[in-house]
């Protein structure tokens, strides 16, 4: 399972500079954006860590979060002043993160060289990057409609299988210990991912096209937002 979940050789671990001292958990503070998901009656992004950051985005892009550091924030109010869409974030518990934009720009902290490098390639050829996955140890995804790319031989090898089986990769969530990618028509799992969140995507009736996970938390949520699950 390590060998897969981190990029062998190398770790990106560092100090957690988050400039919120606090840490959210997994109880009084999260309690703020299930107040925000339930207000908009909709969300289509929750990026969450154990004792990181945390944001959801609802609709277009009325956005909450918590214990996230001011780069992050003032990253995601600036796009959000500019008109573009937010299609997706994920942060990490050492405060890096990556944010894709709906004009195929993207804003970032902390990634690894290799998937900059794929990043700067997909917009280059103009190919919207849907889905973004990153753990503190130097594992990534990148989803767009038509490919993807991700960190390490063993990785791809689990997605390729996975496309055999089910179809085309939508969209994949990883953390230190725990992988889950999407497909057109089923689901792989790798690693510690909570029984609960393994029984509601396999009961859920819509297309699931964003995941998070963080330890025994989870969602997902359809494009747009309307249809979404969690265990926040």
Known sequence: MSSIL??????????NIRSDKSSPGFGGS???L????????????????QGGGNVVVCGKN?????GCSQLITEELQKVTDEGKLIVDVTLTEYDRFIAIY???????????????KFLRAYHDRFEDVLSVALND???????TSDHFACSGAKLKSWIDEGQRQYGRLRAAALTAD????????GFCFLGDVPSDLKDALKEAKFGVRNIKIAGSAWFFAVED???YQGNL
């Open 102 to 116: 709906g004009d195929g720009t993207a804003s970032w902290k902390g990634i690894p060289s290799e998937m900059e």
């Open 62 to 66: 009325n956005w909450a979060s918590i």
């Open 178 to 185: 725990a992988a889950v990618a999407v497909f057109e028509d």
């Open 6 to 15: 981190n990029k062998s050789g190398h770790s990106t671990h560092g100090p």
């Open 30 to 32: 999260r309690r703020l």
């Open 137 to 143: 140890d130097g594992a990534w995804i990148l989803v």
């Open 34 to 49: 299930k107040e925000h998901i339930a207000n908009n009656n909709n969300c289509r992004i929750c990026a969450i860590t």
């Open 225 to 227: 937002g309307n249809s």
